[in-house]
């Protein structure tokens, strides 16, 4: 069951081949990430504030050079040079990619920050908080339209593996490189499309004598049988 309020995943395929699993961010995690950001930056306009007042008449031009900074280009440096954290997101594990899971870019980053002025409307972020119950991942109007997504940051990934399957040995001896390139495919091929795991695995049919899904399944057998796995 989907719905506008739970975190969802979008899949994306790379042209590599490679299937991406982006777990969305909804808007409750999105909210209290902007909360912590909102608190950090009046409170850096608060010590810069103090910090200017002591130049006088001469501090109104860097208080504003110092207030478009602090709530312009904070979000936008943040996430462009940071990894798509701002310190809100990254307290709440969160992250801002692009659509198809590259990293966030000086436009996109700029697009989606500039649009918030139409987010807040008309006020209170009404209209992007109305906008992401409505989208399947979350998205408010900037994201829509910059093509960024924010996901949750997974810092620790799962060791890799090779899929159960029953223990083979090879028809043919392997040498070393070949062992080590076989077993790194059983290990990555689970994150590919069926497509690709079986356009790869097919480079091995003239010794395996199968093809498709078939030879698949029989190279991550051969994959356990290397390592020393039953299954």
């Known amino acids: 069951m989907r719905g506008p309020i739970l975190d969802t995943c979008r899949e994306v395929v790379t042209p590599e081949g490679v299937a991406l699993r982006l777990p969305a961010a909804g808007p409750m995690p999105r909210a209290l990430a902007w ?5 950090l930056r009046l409170a850096l306009l608060f010590v810069g504030s103090l910090v200017v007042g002591a130049l006088g008449r001469g501090a109104v031009g860097p208080f504003l050079i110092m207030l478009f900074s602090v709530f312009w280009l904070y979000p936008i440096a943040f ?28 436009l996109p980053a700029f697009s989606r920050n500039l649009l918030r002025v139409v987010d807040m409307l008309p006020f209170g972020y009404a209209l992007g908080l ?24 997974s ?32 290990e990555r091929a689970p994150r590919l499309t069926a497509a690709r795991q079986a356009e ?16 698949v399944q029989r190279l991550y057998g051969i994959a356990n049988g290397l390592l020393g796995r039953r299954r």
Do not use: C
Request: glycine fraction near 12%.
């Open 155 to 186: 810092r620790t990934p799962p060791p890799a593996s090779t899929p159960p399957a029953d223990a083979l040995a090879p028809p043919i001896v392997l040498l070393p490189h070949e062992q080590a390139a076989l077993v790194a495919f059983a």
């Open 79 to 106: 996430e462009v040079l940071w990894g798509g954290r701002t310190p809100g997101k990254r307290a709440l594990g969160l992250r801002v990619i692009a659509a198809n899971g590259a990293p966030v870019g000086w």
């Open 200 to 215: 790869l695995a097919e480079l091995a049919g003239p010794w395996l004598g199968v093809r498709g899904q078939t030879a």
């Open 35 to 39: 909360l912590i950001d909102l608190a």
């Open 130 to 153: 109305l906008v992401s119950f409505g989208d399947p991942w979350g998205r408010r109007i900037g994201d829509m339209v910059a093509g960024t997504l924010v996901v949750h940051d």
